[in-house]
C-alpha cells in the first residue's frame, strides 16, 4: 500500500504561481509512475504530469512549458510547480501512483490516490 497526502494549494491571481507537494509513505519503492491529475466541477479528471522512475517527464499541451514535475527521492516527495496560472487551472489537483509500467493518462490506471488540494485561479 501506499498512502499520498497533498499540500499547497490555494487562491492566486491569474500570472501567480504555486507548488503543490505529495508526500508518500508506504510501500513507495513499488512505485513506477506517480502523477498529477486535476478535475473541475463537471469535468473529467485528467492527467496535468507524471513521471516514471527513470525520471521520463509527460504533459498535455495545456500545461506543457508552464508546469513542472519533479521528484526527491531521499524526501518520498512528489512536486508540481504551476507557474503562470491562468483561471482554467482551477481545480482540485491529485497525485496519484501506480506501481507497473507504463505512465497512463488514464485515471483508472492508477491504484493510489491522494485526498487533492484545491487550486483557484482569479482573473
Known amino acids: 500500500q501506499v498512502q499520498l497526502v497533498e499540500s499547497g494549494g490555494g487562491s492566486v491571481q491569474a500570472g501567480g504561481s504555486l507548488r503543490l507537494s505529495c508526500a508518500a509513505s508506504?510501500?513507495?519503492?513499488?512505485?513506477?509512475?506517480m502523477a498529477w491529475f486535476r478535475q473541475a466541477p463537471g469535468k473529467e479528471r485528467e492527467r496535468v504530469a507524471f513521471?516514471?522512475?527513470?525520471?521520463?517527464?509527460r504533459y498535455p499541451d495545456s500545461v506543457k512549458g508552464r508546469f513542472t514535475i519533479s521528484q526527491d527521492n531521499a524526501k518520498n516527495t512528489l512536486y508540481l510547480q504551476m507557474n503562470s496560472l491562468q483561471p482554467e487551472d482551477t481545480a482540485i489537483y491529485y497525485c496519484?501512483?501506480?506501481?507497473?509500467?507504463?505512465?497512463?493518462?488514464?485515471?483508472?490506471?492508477?491504484?493510489?490516490w491522494g485526498q487533492g488540494t484545491q487550486v483557484t485561479v482569479s482573473s
Open positions: 496519484a501512483a501506480k506501481n507497473r509500467p507504463p505512465c497512463s493518462s488514464s485515471y483508472f490506471a492508477y491504484s493510489y
Open positions: 508506504g510501500y513507495t519503492y513499488s512505485t513506477y509512475c
Open positions: 513521471i516514471d522512475s527513470g525520471g521520463v517527464t
